[in-house]
């Protein structure tokens, strides 16, 4: 297996970003990295660019926009950004001047636009541009840490060589789908000099955190090889939490630890390649400056947390979001979510408990990395459940191909250069997507349609308000497809639609799925249930690792229940991995 | 010669191509302004999200932004008077106003094939 991580016995770049997906622990590795290097002398910073950062609950200090000092650490700085607040204040800055200038109505477009994904992308990246590209930062620090990496999108807009020369030095071609970059023209060399710096491994380590499991690792691999297509080679993997040792009388560790080392057995290729390390799974919660220390210095369980017993949940199971949907009809249902929290798994238990209970029910599902056909096995289908999967790069070449068909006729080369583009920007992978959804929900006329993963909001609001500029354009020639126009009206509609949020009972996770039901809320879609997948708390593990963890999850459940769902349920750890429809069926037992 | 001045709607990408479906008439429009521009006709485009400052500017575009709102948009100018309103100009209007023929819009790539009718 891995060896220990330990950044006192590595060499160490510079700058190290620490990128993984939520909940896999990114913010613990880069704050325990920056203590233990701390600790050894060197001047340290540490940056949070997540906006549901628990940087300062880990520290536990109050954390701003500016390096702070930590006073339980000599030479460690830390400071929090956040990229929403920095996409709000462009946003402001591109809007603010012409307050009065031009009607509310007007303006109100204007922050619509600006209100997407990219925006805060480009926002976030900016922030840190600063940081990388600033010679005094590096005089003042020995390394600088950034809690979550830019993702392989922004860097590979920022490099758009034609994009920049093209829309910035004449606006008026406005050729490529750059939004947010257009108000930056100043800051064109300052971006060169911070993407110049990510790829040059003498300065930069971008270490892919994921846990022991398959979901995670997959998501370290694409990550590992988009990162490392736009140049950013120089990677290292951290597996986070994996449990040491098991008690073999207790069925809950052995099967827990059984599954990791299976995980990891079946790491992807590529990412097999690169450089691994391990931190091991610990009880208790890793926060508070002795803890992070502890991480690196002793393995010894510090069980104090684990002596608490729990109190009797009464939270009803899946079975009682199943018997929801079906008592109301309800004819779609979304399972939303970060990934790794077992959306695959919930949806398809849902899937399975509806049409055990007769409703004929279609199941399909976006995730690259869960084949249905795996989940259920082949020949395991019955006559009232069908399933399929929408491929978001089969989604997305096909609705290229569509765009160019349709609107590349009569054009001359260049002019098509320029429309493919276009098609090059992300905004392009979520409306193929959501096309392809808009068709598989239609089918919910004739049966309930279970659909693992959803539109982003983004997609849904920028549907929303080109659809109105659609209506108002006298000569709208665009043809919006029916299933389309419906989707919206359909997925606004509690009678027809039951949003399901999947998490963990974990900070990260639960925080993330709060912003996600924010952003449905703006597109004027509730959340009906949420679902707390892989709960140690509800199983009655003796194990004192995983007790300890079960404790910790306590104020999750209460935040969860008590606070953001209209109706929560809970699912257990389960011993294994549930394949087939007989399998799925113990799911909701 | 004639000026055209046309005031887009907030949008991403002036090609159309982000929207839930490609709309024609966006990327018609656009790659008819690309291939006026090359010929050196004075056409110009202005984004809301990219480029407020111009509907500040233009008195005329403001007075119909103020009187009919966002939807008014697109606002097409020749010689600086509206000539249109929440709509782009079709391309034999382009034509007529920089007296051109629709198809010099609308270059194809030309192709060369040469026959040899001796034989």
Same mark, same amino acid.
């Given at each position: ?14 700058? %190290? ?22 600790? #050894? ?14 940087? #300062? ?5 109050? =954390? ?40 509310? $109505? ?8 600006? @209100? ?39 860097? *590979? ?12 030095? &004449? @606006? ?49 691999? *694409? ?21 040491? @040792? ?11 630890? /059984? ?19 391990? %931190? ?9 400056? /002795? ?16 002596? /608490? ?88 070449? *096909? ?82 497809? &029916? @299933? ?22 974990? $900070? ?14 703006? $597109? ?19 194990? $004192? ?45 | ?46 984004? %809301? ?13 403001? #007075? ?40 010099? =819009? #609308? ?13």
């Amino acid at each position: 297996m891995y060896s220990l991580f330990n950044p006192n016995q590595m060499a160490v770049t510079p700058f %190290l970003f620490f990128t993984g997906k939520g909940g896999v622990g990114k913010t613990s590795t880069a704050c325990a990295t920056a203590v233990a290097l701390a600790d #050894q002398g060197k001047k340290v910073l540490l940056v949070s660019t997540d906006p549901a950062s628990n940087l #300062q609950d880990v520290l536990e200090v109050e =954390l701003t926009n500016d390096p702070k000092s930590i006073p339980s650490v000599a030479n460690l700085s830390a400071c929090n950004i956040d990229p929403e607040q920095a996409a709000k204040a462009y946003k402001e800055s591109v809007v603010g001047p012409y307050r009065g200038k031009l009607p509310e $109505a007007v303006l109100a477009t204007m922050e619509e636009q600006l @209100s997407g994904a990219c925006t805060v992308e480009i926002a976030a990246f900016d922030e840190f541009s600063h940081l990388l590209a600033d010679e005094e930062i590096l005089a003042q620090y020995d390394h600088v840490l950034f809690d979550t990496a830019p993702t392989g999108h922004t860097l *590979r807009l920022l490099q758009l060589p034609t994009a920049w020369s093209g829309f910035l030095e &004449d @606006s008026t071609h406005g050729a490529s789908c750059l939004g947010p970059l257009a108000g930056l023209e100043g800051k064109k060399a300052l971006y060169k000099k911070a993407v110049d710096s990510l790829s040059d491994g003498d300065k930069t380590t971008l270490v892919l955190v994921a846990r022991p499991d398959n979901s995670s690792l997959l998501e370290a691999d *694409r990550a590992s090889f988009e990162l490392k297509e736009i140049g950013i080679k120089n990677q290292l993997l951290i597996v986070n939490g994996l449990l040491q @040792s098991h008690q073999p009388e207790d069925a809950v560790s052995v099967a827990f630890y /059984e599954r990791q080392r299976a995980a990891i057995e079946q790491t992807p290729e590529a990412l097999k390649q690169v450089m691994a390390y391990s %931190l091991p799974y610990v009880s208790y919660s890793l926060t508070g400056v /002795e803890n992070l220390r502890h991480l690196f210095s002793s393995y010894a369980i510090h069980s104090s947390e684990a002596e /608490e017993t729990g109190e009797p949940l009464d939270l009803p199971g899946l079975n009682g979001v199943i018997d929801d949907f079906s008592e109301h009809n309800t004819r779609v249902i979304f399972t939303m979510g970060k990934g790794g929290v077992g959306k695959t798994s919930v949806a398809s238990a849902i899937a399975v408990g509806l049409s055990e209970k007769g409703h004929k029910v279609h199941l399909t599902t976006t995730d690259p990395a869960a084949h249905l056909a795996y989940t259920f096995g082949i020949s395991d289908l019955r006559d009232n459940l069908s399933i399929s999967s929408i491929n978001p790069e089969v989604e997305v070449a *096909r609705y290229k191909e569509n765009v160019i068909e349709q609107a590349g006729s009569g054009m001359t080369e260049e002019e098509l250069a320029y429309l493919k583009e276009d098609l090059e920007s992300p905004c392009t992978e979520e409306i193929a997507l959501f096309q392809a959804f808009a068709k598989v929900v239609e089918k919910s006329e004739e049966e309930i349609v279970v659909i693992d993963t959803a539109p982003t909001g983004h997609t849904l609001l920028l549907l929303d308000s080109t659809e109105a500029y659609h209506k108002e354009m006298s000569r709208s020639t665009g043809d919006v497809p &029916d @299933s389309v126009k419906k989707l919206l009206p359909r997925l606004r509609n509690p009678k027809e639609t039951g949003v399901v949020i999947v998490t963990l009972a974990e $900070a990260t996770p639960v925080l993330e799925a709060s912003r996600l039901e924010q952003d449905l809320k703006r $597109a004027g879609i509730e959340a009906k249930w949420w679902v707390i997948n892989q709960s140690l708390y509800a199983t009655d593990t003796a194990d $004192a690792v995983l007790k300890g963890r079960a404790i910790s999850e306590k104020k999750w459940i209460h935040k969860v229940e008590g606070e953001l769902a209209e109706k929560c349920a809970i699912i257990p750890w389960l011993e294994e991995e549930k394949i087939g429809y007989d399998q799925l069926k113990e799911f909701i037992s | 010669m004639k000026k055209v001045e046309i005031f887009d709607p907030a949008m991403c990408c002036s090609t159309g191509v982000c929207g839930p479906t490609v709309d024609p008439e966006l990327t018609r429009i656009a790659s008819a302004v690309y291939s006026l521009e090359k010929k050196g006709f004075a056409i110009s485009r202005h984004n %809301l999200t990219d480029d407020p400052g111009a509907f500040v500017e233009n008195k005329k575009v403001n #007075q119909v932004l103020v009187e009919k709102g966002p939807d008014a948009l697109p606002v097409v100018l020749l010689n600086g008077e509206v000539v249109k309103i929440a709509e782009y100009p079709t391309t034999e209007e382009l034509a007529e106003w920089f007296e051109a023929t629709p198809s010099e =819009l #609308q270059e194809k790539p030309r192709v060369r094939v040469s026959l040899n009718i001796n034989n």
